[in-house]
């Protein structure tokens, strides 16, 4: 082989020479190339390397196979599977209907979920969950259709994450657990992908909000918090609807950011050639539709705010918003404590509900118990403030005295502010401060100050503040609710309050509504108005510190091609060397040029 190669390297070397003489049609050019290939030909072909697939290859490779042997556009994904009954009834109606070791032969049923374990044997088991709930497979001989082939066939045909028809009779194992004895299986849909083993399972934070869909399907105790979520929705749905009031519908795009003091999102509309806000809050128009008439409204729905995102903030959220003609923020004191209170003894059978919250160190748990048992308890908020700080607050709370002694206060108090220092952001920091830190239990934080309160009503005993609570749990507002501003000259001056801040640098402060003001001129009664973060309050009802947790698509930043290797798995050994084997028998052999 080696003077083989040696005769093909002169022959070449000769090729090469009569090039750069420019004799390519010369006899003698013409015999060396024929010689060449005569030489050769007379070389042994190389052996191609057999490359052995593995890990998430193989399975692929050995799914991908299943799905050409049944037909992707036949048998590997049916249209339909006819079902007698989910899981959940299945399971419900089986449960107790059959006894120890007993098998209902009479009484046929079909039930359908996606497969989390299997142990195949001369009876194969299979662990099947549907809408969350789990029941055993049974494949056993004598019960299913088909001979010792097929048996032996289609019991190694599924894979964890399948997803698969069962025909078969219900029946309990010798050891009771509830099962339906397969008569015939039938994969529905194939999984490619390996899942998480059961050992290693899924944990790592920021993949499952990126891939909630294997979240749900690993950790199936995870889907709890979201069916709590749809719970609380509807209970304050059902609330409302009992009470009269009506559910609407507001815009999610304005040509005015206003309803609440946030900075928005900006979008545009093309027909109309306009510059657009995503609404941050729905308030205005549903106090809209109390001018016109609809005396009891509510909305549940997103609302949108270009701010940060940390533990209790996303930019997009859910909230309900209702307005009542003819109450105020007394009448929703209670009506919240009820609503409230009813969820949580509709959840929990009880008042009282655990909470576990990381340390600040992180080292350790805190546990809790919330009680959310009405009456809630009460904090005047200046008056606390000021028995806190042991001053009294000047007045009005507008000023520039005020501006210098709110600073002096946080300065005392080691708290920071970023700019702009208005009065507005100062009073809240000391809020959050002083007052949040002790709202634990559900707590109402009461009458904060006009400069606070753009859309609240004054307060009928001081005109200095308004007739406004929050609600706390757990140090996190859950609610704002006040008795609304029903004066069109007083919005007017509110508004442009707000828009003196704005002009200092409060990205966040509210314009000036004309459209809003125009409606008031007509008479809006009145009213009491109240709104309710779901996500917030589903936070403290699952014991959850992150509100990404009780999102199914939360808000996150795009991966980039390093943080989308994370989900690729690592080349083992045995690959790579695979590969390396691969490479080098396609590289160019001793003697020939490489293509370019």
């Not at 194939?190 to 050992?199: E, R």
């Not at 008042?351 to 118990?369: A, I, N, W």
């Not at 009405?374 to 501006?403: D, N, Q, Y």
Request: glycine share 6%.
């Amino acid at each position: 082989m080696a003077d083989l190669k040696a005769q093909i390297a002169e022959v070449a070397s000769q090729v090469k020479e009569l090039q750069k003489q420019d004799k390519k049609d010369t006899e003698e050019y013409a015999e060396l190339v024929n010689k060449m290939k005569d030489l050769r030909s007379q070389m042994a072909p190389v052996k191609e390397k057999k490359v052995v697939l593995t890990g998430e290859a193989a399975y692929l490779a050995e799914r991908m196979a299943l799905i050409e042997k049944l037909g992707e556009k036949k048998d590997a994904y049916p249209h339909k599977f006819a079902t007698t009954c989910t899981v959940e009834e299945y399971v419900k109606k089986y449960a107790e209907a059959v006894g120890e070791g007993e098998r209902l032969d009479d009484k046929p049923e079909a039930i359908a979920g996606r497969i989390h374990s299997a142990r195949t044997g001369k009876t194969a088991f299979f662990d099947i969950i549907g809408n969350g709930v789990p029941c055993q497979v049974v494949m056993a001989p004598g019960v299913f259709e088909g001979d010792d082939a097929k048996f032996k066939e289609v019991s190694k045909m599924f894979r964890r994450g399948d997803i698969i028809g069962i025909n078969g009779v219900p029946g309990k194992s010798k050891t009771g657990e509830l099962s339906i004895f397969a008569k015939s299986l039938t994969l529905l849909t194939p999984c490619l992908k390996m899942l998480p083993t059961d050992h290693y399972g899924f944990k790592d934070q920021e993949q499952r909000y990126r891939q909630r869909y294997l979240d749900l399907i690993v950790n199936v105790k995870n889907r709890k918090t979201f069916e709590t979520r749809s719970t609380i929705i509807r209970h304050i749905r059902e609330y409302l609807d009992t009470r009269g009031f009506l559910e609407v519908e507001t815009p999610m795009m304005n040509t005015l950011a206003g309803g609440a003091t946030a900075r928005p999102f900006i979008t545009r509309h093309n027909d109309l050639d306009l510059e657009m806000f995503m609404r941050v809050a729905p308030e205005l128009h549903l106090k809209m539709c109390i001018v016109g008439g609809l005396e009891r409204v509510y909305e549940i729905g997103r609302n949108f705010r270009n701010e940060g995102i940390d533990l209790t903030h996303n930019p997009e959220f859910t909230s309900c918003e209702f307005y009542w003609a003819y109450a105020d923020y007394y009448d929703l004191m209670r009506e919240t404590e009820e609503m409230v209170s009813s969820l949580v003894l509709k959840l929990f059978g009880s008042y009282k509900v655990p909470f576990t919250l990381d340390s600040k160190e992180g080292k350790s748990k805190e546990e809790y118990v919330i009680d959310f048992k009405p009456p809630f308890r009460r904090i005047h908020m200046i008056p606390e403030l000021e028995k806190i700080v042991g001053e009294k607050f000047p007045s009005p709370l507008e000023s520039k005295e005020a501006t210098a002694f709110l600073m002096k206060a946080l300065e005392k108090a080691d708290v920071k502010c970023e700019p702009p220092h208005t009065n507005a952001r100062l009073l809240d920091k000391l809020v959050d401060h002083y007052l949040e830190s002790q709202c634990v239990n559900p707590t109402f934080i009461c009458d904060h100050p006009k400069v606070m309160s753009p859309l609240a009503k004054w307060h009928r005993d001081n005109e200095d503040i308004t007739e406004r609570f929050e609600l706390f749990v757990m140090r996190k507002e859950v609610c704002n609710a006040y008795t609304e501003l029903n004066s069109p000259m007083t919005q007017r001056e509110r508004f442009e309050g707000q828009a003196a801040d704005k002009a200092a640098g409060d990205d966040e402060a509210q314009p000036v509504d004309e459209g809003f003001i125009t409606s008031l001129e007509y008479g809006l009664p009145p009213t009491a108005g109240w709104g309710l973060g779901i996500d917030r309050l589903t936070m403290m009802l699952t014991n959850q510190m992150n509100i990404k947790e009780v999102l199914l698509f939360p808000a996150m930043k795009p991966q980039d091609e390093k943080e989308d290797k994370k989900d690729v798995k690592k080349e083992t050994k045995q690959e790579k060397k695979d590969r390396k084997k691969a490479e080098k028998a396609a590289a160019p052999k001793d003697g020939e040029k490489k293509e370019e």
